[in-house]
């Protein structure tokens, strides 16, 4: 017997064996997917002529959950809160977010809105929401310091009724926030320091406070941990614009940042293909840390 030839065409085997577990393990590792919403404000127009169709859009482009933004009535885009949860889990999203709120009362219609919020959050509970943000104050919120401060006392009441249902409430700047000044200090200053932490956490709007002539990081820096959420946007697609996301999401840890929410108000191509090109960049790259 030829010993020779029968250890090579023993390692031979062995080798080809080796080969294809290698193949097998390999072909079956994927990269873990970013874990990306995208807010719904992005395809109203869409969402307008058909909530079923859209949703199911959102899903197949690989968006892993959604913000809504069509809150009215108890309802989501005219459905029951569990059957819009259920019509985004059916196409692979969950239902975490959504935007909606109330102008800040006067004391005679404190009552009134108190209630209206009371039933807003159930219905958002009953939706499986994880957080109500708040887009937009009246404008005596920036009219003076005074106004804001009753803001943020309207703000931290409405907080502690999400916390005492198990949810979260925050608020979604603009611009204005950021060139409004009260006493030498921007308005948005004031927000993060009035506001209390337990009730109230902020949702930061990536673009618009470069909009506003500042710099994210030297928030994070100075309130750390305040920035539950981003708004991650450009002035179109993601991607295609101005906006230094390489160096904002280095800071991720320190904002407090724990869910990231693609957002895209305007556009170069039809609203749906946007996000998509936004998604798309935002997976192309691993310092986009999710």
């Known amino acids: 017997m030829n010993f020779k030839k029968l250890n090579l065409r023993a390692l031979f085997f062995v080798g080809m064996i080796v080969l294809v577990l290698q193949g097998v393990l390999f072909s079956s590792f ?3 997917e970013k874990f990306i919403g995208l807010q719904l404000y ?4 869409d969402m307008k002529k058909d909530v079923k169709g859209t949703v199911a859009k959102v899903g197949e482009m690989g968006f892993k959950f959604v913000e809504a933004a069509g809150y009215s009535d108890g309802k989501f885009y005219g459905m029951d ?3 819009f949860r259920n019509l985004c889990e059916r196409n692979g999203l969950k239902f975490l977010g959504s935007h909606s709120g109330k102008d800040m009362p006067d004391e005679a219609h404190w ?3 108190m209630a209206w919020w009371d039933t807003c959050i159930d219905a958002h509970v009953a939706g499986g929401v994880k957080w109500i943000v708040q887009p937009w104050m009246s404008k005596e919120g920036y009219n003076s ?3 804001l401060k009753r803001y943020v006392k309207y703000f931290n009441a409405v907080g ?3 916390k005492a249902k198990g949810i979260r409430f925050g608020y979604h700047n603009h611009a204005k926030e950021f060139t409004t000044v009260f006493d030498g200090k921007p308005l948005y200053d004031w927000m993060l320091e009035l506001t209390d932490p337990n009730k109230v956490m902020f949702q930061l709007d990536l673009y618009w406070i470069v909009e506003g002539g500042k710099n994210p990081i030297d928030y994070f820096n100075k309130y750390p941990g305040r920035f539950f959420l981003w708004h991650i946007k450009d002035e179109k697609e993601l991607g295609d614009g101005t906006m230094d996301f390489k160096t904002i999401f280095a800071s991720k840890k ?3 940042m724990k869910f990231g929410v693609v957002e895209v108000e305007r556009y ?3 609203p749906l293909e946007s996000c998509e090109r936004s998604l798309k960049y935002m997976n192309s790259d691993k310092a986009f840390k999710f």
């Open 42 to 45: 992005s395809v109203r127009d």
């Open 111 to 113: 009552d009134e809105v």
């Open 30 to 32: 994927k990269p873990k």
């Open 268 to 270: 170069n191509y039809a």
């Open 160 to 162: 502690e009724k999400c």
């Open 81 to 83: 809160p569990i059957a």
């Open 254 to 256: 320190k904002s407090g």
């Open 145 to 147: 310091l005074e106004g």
